[in-house]
C-alpha cells in the first residue's frame, strides 16, 4: 500500500466514525439522508431513488440516485463519505444485469421498473431476524 492509499484509508476512517453505509449496488432504492442548513437551522432531508451509477474510488467514491419528482425525472450525485450525507437507508434490492443504469433515463411508467431482488430481501429478513434473537 502507497502513501497515498493509506492517507486515503485514514480519511475514510475517520469520516466513518459513528456511522453505517449499507452495501447497495445500481438498481437498489435508497433513502438518502441529507443535512440541510436554513439560517441557523440545520434539518434533515430524505432523498429516495433509484441508484443508478455507483464509482468506488476511494474517498472520492460517490453513487447516482434517480426519483421522478412532479412529473420530472432529478439526479442527484451523493459523495459516499461527504459529512453532508447523514446516512443511507437500503429501501429495496433491485434485480439488475448492468453496472450503470443509465438507460432508465430514457423510459417513463412502466418500462423503468426494476425487478425486486427476492432473494437479497429474504436473506435479509432472515439476518435481521437472526440478529433480533441475538
Known amino acids: 500500500m502507497n502513501i497515498i492509499e493509506k492517507l486515503d484509508q485514514e480519511q475514510i476512517a475517520r469520516l466513518t466514525e459513528g ?5 447497495f ?8 439522508f441529507v443535512k440541510v442548513v436554513e439560517g441557523t437551522r440545520e434539518r434533515l432531508q430524505a ?3 433509484v441508484v443508478i451509477a455507483r464509482k468506488n474510488a476511494g474517498i472520492n467514491s460517490n453513487f447516482t ?15 459516499l463519505y461527504a459529512p453532508a450525507v447523514d446516512h443511507i437507508e437500503l429501501v429495496r434490492r433491485g434485480k439488475v444485469r448492468r453496472a450503470k443504469l443509465y438507460y432508465l433515463r430514457d423510459r417513463r411508467g412502466r418500462s423503468a421498473r426494476i ?3 427476492l432473494a437479497a430481501n429474504a436473506k435479509a429478513r432472515e ?3 437472526a440478529a433480533k434473537k441475538a
Open 19 to 23: 456511522k453505517t453505509i449499507p452495501v
Open 25 to 32: 449496488t445500481p438498481g437498489d432504492t435508497v433513502r438518502v
Open 47 to 49: 432523498y429516495e431513488g
Open 65 to 79: 440516485v434517480r426519483k421522478i419528482s412532479f412529473g420530472e425525472g432529478v439526479e442527484r450525485v451523493f459523495p
Open 115 to 117: 425487478a425486486e431482488d
Open 127 to 129: 439476518a435481521a431476524a
